[in-house]
């Protein structure tokens, strides 16, 4: 009885010196036990998880310092370099990755750039070099010139796409394009005549004014005629349209030559090189007329192969009177404005049938030159446009605009293919 009293008692007195009030103050013969509270010994995850594995004996690796991110590769160039806190000053490279070659090394082999930014010894990109705007009046707004013109059409057998672009000089010098471009259709259906025309301006003041104003004189005349000029060309009266057009273009020159004795512009005083292209509408008639004065070119191209159709005339046929020294042939090509205004070139004409798969060029000097006198270049147009379907608008421009060394003129094409 005694031992379980006193064992009980024992058990209440331990009882009451874990949980009991007091902490075990109320223990007679003992020391005071406060409660466990909060200790200066560390206890975190960690420690109890040491603490466990110290209690089962397994030794442990101390944990390691933190180290920084392994360096990427260098057969990674493209992995992202781990961010790491840095100064004010420059990130330093990584051991592991070699730093990118500086400017003048990846440039090591480039020649040094010409003057237009190209280099001096390598021949110009295929891509056009952009250049300045030309200067614009206020007071005459109207009479800005885009760089670059582009305009297309399709009409029965036959697919019209023609361009105009400023030539490298005029936009590295800010100059506007002297090169004009008309496209133009009288009537409807199968009684329809286009008029292509495209007028290249002397060189001067107000050239680019000039070539407008031969093309819309031109245009102005041609439309007022435009029905007999399309039964002239579907009955294949070539007597007829020849000294029609040979009326209609003096007439025009005519009235370009009084407006120049009215102004001061240099380049207004000479007439500009104007060539014209007549296409009817009608299906059944594959007769193309072409007619103009000056420099330029006329070429077909028929299986593969460039013709230059550019018509040889004698000299008694000059345009506006006789001037000639007999039956020679005299070239078409433009002459210099020391010439004098009041002589005038020969007119050309000529009339073509267009085969399916021919292609019709007609275009500026600028554009002429280049095709003659650099067979690399018109062995890749004419790879280009040999494809069973015309190009497109833009990949018509982009071909006529193929740049070659040393020709920087304004480029106007005309190209017709027949279906």
Known sequence: ???????????????????????????PGRAAMRDAGPSDAPDTLDDRVASALRAVATPRRPAPAPQPPPARPASSPSAPIPLQATGPGPRPASPARPAAPSAPEASRDTPAPAPNGLPADRPPPSEPELGTLPAADPAALDELVPDTALDGARYGSLTLLAASRRGDLARRRGDVRRDALLTARFGAGRHALILVAVATGRPGEGAHRAAHEACARIGSAVGRSYTRLAEDIRTDHRSALKSGLQRLTDRSYGRLRGRSRESDATAERYPPALRCLLLPADPDCRTRVFFGIGAGGLFRLRDGAWEDLEPAVPDQTVHGGAGGTGGGLRSAAGRSPADGPDRSDPFLFRTAFARPGDTLLLCSAGLAEPLQQEPAFAARLAGQWSAAEPPGLVAFLAAAQLRVAGHLKDRTAVGVWEA
């Not at 058990?11 to 007091?22: K, P, V």
């Open 1 to 27: 009885m005694n031992q379980q009293g006193a064992g009980c008692g024992q058990e209440d007195d331990w009882w009451r010196q874990l949980y009991g009030e007091g902490g075990g103050d109320d223990v």
